[in-house]
């Protein structure tokens, strides 16, 4: 069953004579449980994409449908409540607020959803213990390697148990062993919790792990590699 | 409520964290402003309040009773006085007698009979020496010679607005005479009799009424005057607690005493044109640190716009990641709030702990009075909720510009 469906995307940037087409008509279905990596050079429009299925921009053209819901059509407040509930996010810099300890980076967004303090902050250590954090509760940003930091941020994602999460290049600013820990992380959270993920990355070592690559180049999906159920040669 | 708690999470902690020197910065900035919208106006009406308290202290006390309406003196005074007596809340009193006459100095040495005397015309106060100074401490005014004694006959004490010496630093505008000192001997006429009087002390007072008069004993004023009846023209009362005045009032009314006199309290007997000074002076200070709130505003403006743009990514990936552009906000106008509310408390305890003792010790000597610094608690605290509103609106505003950008674009960082 397709969790995400987008018809005939098309971003366009600018204005008058300067307008640059950057997604040129795409469609794409992604099903439940799935562990989709979006490829392609510098500028072929990956993160682009990635932003209109993950309701953080909205296409020019198009429909983006996400578990029943048409989310081009919901508004500002509406977009931000879809997020919050239905989806979660690792962006390439961790993108963790730094007045505030791993702990409560991860309660932040349990609390937005109404969850009790005491509650939000067991489900937080839970899911820190989960990326192999365990201790580091207290711990601000400042205080993290780049790697235990990106972990903090994938805790934060799927602390509420979004239906999709959706990871911008999560390895960019990490050395390798730190990459490969996160994409193992994020793997495993597919691989044992059916958890549907849609990761852009430029390195195709780090996108073996997934169920299908989309290669994507000139703001048009060129080639989709199918790497069987859980990737890696199986 | 949802929204409020985490905005507090997050403001709380932005303020933790921020540079210890930046946050004292700001908030001595905010005691600043608090001190300025409360300290210039408290001076301001200060000089009014202190020119008060001085007119109350050496003048007329806090009751003054004085002849109604229909009457010329206070009527049955030593009848009236016997009354007074028997209330225990009465510490002191004064009865005065007042008249006008023509004070000359220098006629034993003048020349020339058909050239111009030197004499001025003079207010007259005939006091009990010993009551008027437990009264309005008339000796510790004294600024040349010596105050009255109780048995003294053909003495005198001169205000110095009657002396050329003193009153030239006013330009023209008192009617004088010239080279009197402790020791001179002036002559004192109330139509067809003349007395001479030596003058035994000069005094000197912020209250120009005192400066404004001479005062002799009460024995030798009724015989001068030829005020045999004995009533007086007012009567000045000091009670033991200042505050209580207007019960006492009450009380001297309901014992029938206001048939024989009219009975006033200080506030009442204060002139509206000082009490119209006054609202000027509060006016004026509040329109000073008004000055200085907008000058408050646009630092917390600044400074919350400033933290807010270089921490717009973080706002946009925490909108990204769900959460509502109104908590954000919250955490902005949080922080703008701990500032004013701990200036202001900061500023209230200078005020409160210090300034105002201050003042009240060390008074700024103004020429009409010795300054002292007021702050009502009540209009301290309307001052207070109108910083307090106006910081936290200078604290929202920026927040929403910078919140209400895409989202995408502050995540991105582009403009």
Known sequence: MSIIVAKNIHRKFGKDKLITHVLKGIDISIEEGEFVAIMGKSGAGKSTLMYQLSVLDEPTEG???????????????????????????????????????????????????????????????????????????????????????????????????????????????????????????????????????????????????????????????????????????? | MRALRIGLLLGFRQIQRANFWTTSLIIFVMMLTFLNLIAVSGILVGLIAGAEVAVREYATGDIIISAKDDEDRILDTQTFIRELESFPEITAYSVRYDGGGTLEANYKERRDLTGERDTAAVTVTGIDPIMEDEMTHLSELVVDGEYLSPDDEGKMLIGVYFLAEYAENFGDVFDTVENVKPGSIVRLSVGNISKEFEVKGIVESKVDEVNFTTFIPEREF???????????????????????????????????????????????????????????????????????????????????????????????????????????????????????????????????GFLIGYFDRNPISFPFSDGIMVADPYSTFIKFVVLFIITLIAGFIPAWIIVKQNTLNSILGRK
């Open chain 2, 222 to 352: 009724r015989r001068l005057f030829n005020r045999l009846d004995r009533n007086a023209d007012q009567i000045v009362v000091r009670v033991v607690d200042p505050d209580r005045n207007a019960e006492i009032k009450e009380a001297l009314i309901n014992s029938g005493l206001d048939d024989f006199a009219k009975i006033r309290t200080y506030e009442e007997n204060v002139p509206k044109f000082l009490t119209d000074i006054k609202n000027t002076f509060d006016l004026l200070g509040t329109f000073i640190g008004s000055i200085g709130i907008i000058v408050a505003s646009i630092t917390i403006f600044i400074i919350i716009f400033i933290n807010a743009l270089s921490r717009k990514r973080h706002i946009g990936i925490l909108k990204g990641i769900g959460i509502d552009r109104h908590v954000i906000e919250v955490a902005y106008v949080i922080q703008a709030a701990f500032y004013a509310v701990t200036g202001s408390l900061l500023g209230a305890l200078v005020t409160y």
């Open chain 1, 63 to 234: 429909t983006v449908e996400i578990d029943g819901t048409e989310v081009v059509d919901l508004n500002e407040r509406e977009k931000t409540e879809f997020r919050l509930n239905t989806l979660g996010y690792v962006f390439q810099d961790y993108a963790l607020v730094p007045d505030l300890s791993a702990e409560e980076n991860v309660m932040i967004p349990l609390l937005m959803k109404g969850m009790p303090w005491e509650e939000a902050k067991l489900q937080a250590k839970k899911s820190i213990d989960e990326v192999g954090m365990v201790g580091k509760y207290p711990n601000l940003p400042s205080e993290l390697s780049g790697g235990e930091q990106q972990r903090v941020a994938i805790a934060r994602a799927i602390a509420g148990k979004p239906k999709i999460l959706f990871a911008d290049e999560p390895t960019a600013n990490l050395d390798t062993v730190s990459g490969t820990q996160v994409v193992d992380l994020i793997t495993s959270l597919n691989k044992n919790h059916g958890q549907t993920v849609v990761m852009v990355t430029h390195e195709r070592e780090y996108a073996m792990g997934c169920n299908r690559i989309i290669h994507m180049e000139d703001g048009l999906v060129t080639n989709i590699e199918y790497l069987g159920r859980f990737g890696r040669g199986e």
